[in-house]
């Protein structure tokens, strides 16, 4: 079995952006997908680093329009939680061989995290053809990925860590990225206080990252 490249390819092109969410108040979860996904950016990672994580998820799941997935995922309990929540797709920070092979046994996608060509190239050879570059910034950002394009031309990634609004584009010109992640469209400050209709106007922003 393979990554499930045509999910992955649906959710990832949904929007230029996947917000990176790290949220433990489960009663801000609708209303902050429902900004979101009217924003434009429907598809939206939701770390595995709360206490209240997965049951975040399972509230997100039920908002229409919305593709929901696990971050931080790490282990084959991580993976069976994010879909017994309710995840269409996950995504890690690294590559781990055994995650990989892990991830295959099950229908959703999982979006693993590299950070140097042989990683990639590793999880190419087991069948992983759509990848995260983590953290982003820290090992070369839209340098780096433009470097991999020619020797690495059947891969396309989402780069996460440091991205933000300011660089996001540098990124979204290249022919290798599909999408970027990224907090800034989720600012703590703003979830606290209930400003959903401010972070629906960051994402409506975001939303439009790929126009001239």
């Not at 994010?82 to 995840?87: H, L, Q």
């Not at 401010?198 to 126009?211: F, G, S, V, Y």
């Amino acid at each position: 079995m393979a990554q499930n490249i045509a999910k992955l390819d649906e959710i990832m092109g949904a929007a230029p952006v996947i917000p990176v969410i790290i949220l433990d108040d489960v009663d801000a979860a609708i209303p902050l997908a429902k900004a979101l996904v009217a924003g434009g950016l429907p598809a939206l990672e939701v770390t595995l680093r709360t206490p209240n994580a997965l049951k975040v998820v399972e509230k997100m799941a039920s908002v229409d329009g919305a593709y929901v997935g696990t971050g931080t995922v790490r282990t084959k309990a991580d993976i069976e939680k994010s879909i017994e929540a309710g995840a269409q797709f996950m995504v890690s920070p690294g590559a781990p061989p055994k995650l990989l092979e892990d991830a295959l046994e099950f229908d959703v996608p999982l979006l693993p995290g590299i950070s140097t060509a042989t990683e990639a190239m590793a999880a190419a050879e087991l069948g992983y053809q759509r990848l995260k570059l983590f953290p982003a910034e820290a090992v070369g950002g839209a340098k780096l990925l433009k470097s991999f394009g020619s020797p690495l031309p059947d891969l396309k990634f989402c780069p996460t860590g440091g991205v933000s609004v300011q660089n996001a584009r540098d990124y979204l010109s290249l022919s290798n990225v599909i999408c970027v992640g990224g907090s800034w469209v989720v600012p703590n400050d703003a979830i606290a206080n209930g400003d959903f209709e401010h972070i629906k106007n960051l994402a409506a922003t975001a939303a439009r990252l790929r126009d001239a």
